[in-house]
């Protein structure tokens, strides 16, 4: 896998994205603004998906990540929140907000990250239409932090 830095044409990637976000109108608000990062494999096939945005001075908010279906449960996803940590170092904290599912919770608690804060009503308010995931509507946003290496 290789991983690079996306600039030019990021709607390109817009079906990925939708992977972890399933409203083009949020993912609107944070790309342009935002860096994507793509893992391709050997045959330059997008496999992996990642929007990091500035919030504040020393603060980035990983806002999108997402695995392709076919390659899910092989480690690209934790791959990709290294490499990010390693891209973003020099000090600060990585934020990642996610909804109340023990599964991607659990994902991000076993790369490291820890709880922040909530957002109430984050997905009630930003959403057109209820967000179900593994079977539960998400209402709070969830966030959770990790020191980025200096």
């Known amino acids: 896998m290789k991983i690079c830095l996306i600039t030019r044409d990021k709607k390109r990637f817009l079906p990925l994205l939708l992977e972890a976000d399933e409203q083009e109108s ?12 793509v893992a391709f494999d050997d045959k330059d096939n997008p496999r992996a998906v990642a929007v990091v945005t500035k919030e504040d001075e020393g603060v980035h908010e990983l806002k999108n990540l997402a695995v392709d ?51 109430k ?8 239409h209820p967000i179900v995931e593994d079977g539960k509507v998400l209402r709070d946003m969830i966030y959770l932090r990790q020191e980025l290496p200096v």
Not at 26 to 37: A, K, T, V, W
Not at 89 to 106: C, F, H, I, Q, W
Not at 121 to 128: A, G, I, R
């Open 26 to 37: 949020m993912i609107d608000r944070y790309l342009s603004r935002g860096d994507l990062f």
């Open 121 to 128: 009503d984050f997905f009630v308010k930003n959403y057109d």
């Open 69 to 119: 279906a076919s390659c899910r449960r092989q480690g690209l996803g934790r791959l990709m929140v290294r490499f990010l940590l390693e891209r973003f170092r020099g000090g600060g904290v990585m934020l990642v907000g996610t909804g109340e599912s023990p599964a991607t919770l659990g994902f991000y608690r076993a790369c490291g990250f820890a709880f922040s804060h909530v957002e």
